[in-house]
């Protein structure tokens, strides 16, 4: 129950998030002065709270879109499966996020 809400919810935070994707983009084409300032704040400690939690909220919907996937084709259906799938798409996407971050954060890539 909780991993289908969490899938709603995903999905609706990655439909609004990607509002930033597109200021962004906007900003990109729009010269250095207005990209530097979307940098500015997109580097900001809340800019990076939100586009940590905009790159969980893509995972943990691409890891419970794949668990869907396969129980559609009639895998897991029993309790336990159901169960441990659904804490492997939660960690799998917590997993997934860190170490894109860890990355982003170590080549110099953030904001």
């Not at 983009?25 to 939690?53: H, R, W, Y």
Request: with cysteine.
């Amino acid at each position: 129950m909780v991993s289908s809400i969490l899938h709603r919810a995903t999905g609706i935070a990655l439909s609004v998030g990607s509002l930033l994707v597109v200021w962004g983009l906007l900003a990109l084409a729009g010269g250095e002065q207005s990209f530097d300032q979307f940098k500015s704040c997109a580097g900001s400690p809340l800019g990076l709270v939100l586009l940590v939690g905009w790159s969980w909220s893509l995972f943990y919907h691409l890891c419970n879109g794949i668990r869907h996937l396969l129980q559609d084709a009639g895998a897991g259906y029993e309790i336990v499966q159901f169960v441990r799938s659904s804490w492997l798409s939660a960690v799998g996407s917590i997993v997934l996020t860190v170490l894109v971050w860890a990355y982003v954060l170590t080549a110099g890539g953030a904001a």
